[in-house]
């Protein structure tokens, strides 16, 4: 099957992009795999399939695959270079534009210099919604909240990670590093991916605290390892932060691949993520059976 793409990318965090407004493509796991190979296939992080609108007062569709070609629920780079998508393209001229994930709506807003900003909505700390298995553990408490000690083996002298737990829609583990480019991300983010806490595995952060409204971080993503930026990585590091006591309500992110903001009033509020959102080049390719 040859299908046309585009290939984007937010904060060095890269898509393949494809329309499937006007019908699906039918696309297996394996051939979204395929497609995010970065020797066989386009290479990306995720594949974004951007479909019409699901219901009334909803303006699109939005469906997620990883690298690995499992679906999940959020991608927040994915989300502001999904508005630009649907924008260069006329698909849509609304500066602000509504849209349906697996799980929740989101509100994304286009501003003139090109950056985006993405209502993520409101994090979700709820142990069982990340989901989280923490039976039989004790709480650390830190700052006003806490962080989760996981063994990272099974021996008694197997290192641990101390983290913090929560959703943004998409489950994520954020433990403090006192520089992140000496923080074992690979050997350490793989395992903690694959913690057995997380049944649905988990992303993995790894936050350096610069001072109360800066940040640095790296993330091993699930199902497609470091990437240069992760959207929801940084909203789920900054609120952590925010909620153990040592970031104000707005934090910018340097992430390898560009600068994320995020802002958030604490509580049940959104958190609010803006950052670029680019088009590298489009094409078409056949895509194996
Ligand atoms: N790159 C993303 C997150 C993509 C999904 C994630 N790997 C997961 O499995 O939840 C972002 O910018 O948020």
Same mark, same amino acid.
């Given at each position: 099957? #040859? ?25 297996? =796991?394996?051939?979204?795999? &395929?497609?995010?190979? #970065? ?10 399939? *951007? ?11 939005? *469906?997620?695959?990883?690298? $690995? ?32 994930? !697996? ?16 209502? !993520?909505?409101?994090? *979700? %700390?709820? +142990?069982?919604?990340?989901? %989280? ?7 650390? =408490? ?23 737990? +929560? ?16 923080? =074992? ?8 991916? #694959? ?15 610069? $001072? ?7 993330? &091993? ?16 590091? *900054?609120?952590?932060?925010?909620? +153990? ?19 958030? $009033? ?24």
């Amino acid at each position: 099957m #040859r299908i046309r793409f585009t290939k984007m990318q937010g904060a060095g965090n890269d898509f393949v992009v494809l329309d499937e407004t006007r019908g699906r493509l039918g696309l297996q =796991p394996a051939q979204y795999r &395929w497609l995010a190979d #970065r020797h066989f296939g386009v290479g990306a992080d995720q594949v974004l399939s *951007v479909r019409p609108s699901p219901a009334p007062g909803i303006d699109f569709e939005y *469906v997620i695959h990883n690298a $690995d070609g499992g679906e999940v629920e959020q991608c927040g780079n994915g989300a502001r270079c999904f508005v630009r998508y649907v924008r260069e393209r006329g698909l849509t001229d609304k500066r602000t534009v509504r849209v349906r994930t !697996m799980n929740t709506v989101l509100e994304l807003t286009e501003a003139d210099d090109g950056r985006v900003t993405v209502d !993520m909505g409101p994090p *979700v %700390f709820d +142990l069982p919604q990340v989901p %989280f298995d923490d039976a039989g553990l004790s709480p650390h =408490p830190q700052g006003g909240w806490h962080t989760w000690r996981l063994a990272l083996g099974t021996d008694a002298a197997a290192p641990h990670a101390d983290v913090a737990v +929560l959703s943004m829609g998409n489950p994520h583990a954020v433990q403090l590093v006192a520089d992140v480019d000496a923080a =074992p991300v690979a050997a350490v983010g793989a395992l903690v991916e #694959r913690h057995p806490r997380f049944p649905k595995r988990v992303n993995a952060g790894f936050l350096q605290v610069v $001072d109360r409204s800066h940040a640095r971080l790296r993330v &091993w993503e699930r199902g497609a390892g470091e990437t240069l930026a992760c959207g929801t990585g940084a909203c789920a590091a *900054v609120v952590a932060g925010i909620r +153990l006591g040592l970031f104000d309500p707005r934090v910018d992110v340097q992430t390898r691949g560009g600068l994320l903001t995020i802002a958030w $009033d604490g509580g049940d509020a959104p958190v609010r993520m803006t950052g670029p959102a680019a088009t590298v080049f489009e094409g078409e390719i056949e895509v194996p059976q």
